[in-house]
């Protein structure tokens, strides 16, 4: 069963608890980029397999 979080009305908005969320959400967001770029460039530049058949090995 899952449960929505609810505020007690007798407490007060806290704004900067959901500035602190979108703040780090946003520097994680920048922290993964760098990694993404990397991978993708990893894989770009990975040696391909040969295509090339060696006398006695299958493909």
């Known amino acids: 069963m899952s449960r929505t979080p609810r505020r007690s009305p007798a407490t007060e908005p806290r ?11 946003a520097l994680v967001d920048l922290a993964h980029q760098p990694l993404e770029t ?3 460039d990893v894989q770009a530049n990975a040696p391909q397999p040969s295509t090339r058949q060696t006398a006695g090995q299958p493909l």
Not at 15 to 25: K, M
């Open 38 to 40: 990397a991978e993708r």
């Open 15 to 25: 704004t900067e608890i959901g500035d602190e969320l979108a703040a780090g959400r």
